[in-house]
């Protein structure tokens, strides 16, 4: 049996029966053909959006593919091959250190490039979809393929890496296309607030700032067991949001470009009570209600029984049912 505690940001202690991890394409493929890759298995990136509800009776994956290469470049745009083992934030502060616009609004946000192409994932008005043109990829039987960023089929905080048929193709390498030309997403959040203390945006001042804020917000993981934000802003129809406008007008929403809108669940969480409060050693964090946090030795149930009763409160008073974001894993 093999630890995955250091393996899952929620600091669960929980076991695989194996674990294998592999440093290129090739090293992949030869695992695959040696038959080595058995089923069930389970691939991971860094862990950052994983719930282990108990330990894992099968093969832990994990890329160790490093690399950042650019492999075209023009007056506007450069495009760049990158490793999925490669540290997302890391990825994000080259991207700043290289004055190439883009991914700036996605500092801190924890996991590796792989898992960053099959979540989706996304902050502050940035979605990591719109800088993606290609995904790599060797599936269960050792074929190569590339995804096109429209094959791809990105919504939010999904893709057709996270369907069921596709859970046997492993991702290698992301290509993005960033921007060379100066341009900031800055209309979300406090991020136009927090900028009044500068003269003018650069990318290293708006990396800074998003840093800030979500370190006022999000707790290290490091510290106290978490997977960021739990839960995903629940997608209502107009007319709903009109009816809760009725009882809660100052309820906070944004527009969507196909006429629905996205409520903030953190904002519904806090309206239930539940900031800051604990269910055995599992709480909402105190600054963020988005947040479940491990407040020490918590196991995997006990973040799944808080989080169905904050999904029942918030199902309670809004009728609307808040979906995780968080991958809950219960094969055991």
Partial sequence: MYSLLSHNTFGIDVKATRFLEYASVGELKQLIVQGAVTTPFLHIGGGSNLL???????????SRIEGIEVIEETEQSVSVRVGAGVIWDDFVAWCVKNEWYGVENLSLIPGEVGAS??????????????????????????????????????????????HTENK?????????????????????????????????????????VIINIRESKLPDPKVMGNAGSFFMNPIVSREKLEVLQQEYPQIPYYELNDGSVKIPAGWMIDQCGWKG??????????KQALVLVNRGGAKGSDIIALSDAVRTSVFQKFGIDINPEVYIIDNG
Avoid: M, W
Avoid at 136 to 146: A, D, I, L, P, S
């Fill in 52 to 62: 282990f509800a108990k330990d894992y009776d099968g093969l832990v994956l994990h």
């Fill in 168 to 208: 046997t193709v492993f991702v290698t390498y992301v290509h993005f296309r960033l921007s060379k030309k100066e341009y900031y997403t800055l209309d979300y959040g406090t991020i136009l607030q927090e900028l009044e203390k500068y003269s003018k945006p650069t990318l290293a001042i708006v990396r800074k």
């Fill in 117 to 162: 192409a099959v979540q989706n994932i996304g902050a502050y008005g940035v979605e990591v979809k719109d800088l993606i043109t290609e995904v790599e990829t060797v599936n269960f039987k050792g074929q190569e393929r590339v995804y096109s960023v429209d094959e791809c089929g990105y919504s939010y905080r999904n893709s057709v890496f996270k």
């Fill in 277 to 286: 409060k604990t269910l055995g050693p599992a709480a909402v964090h105190d």
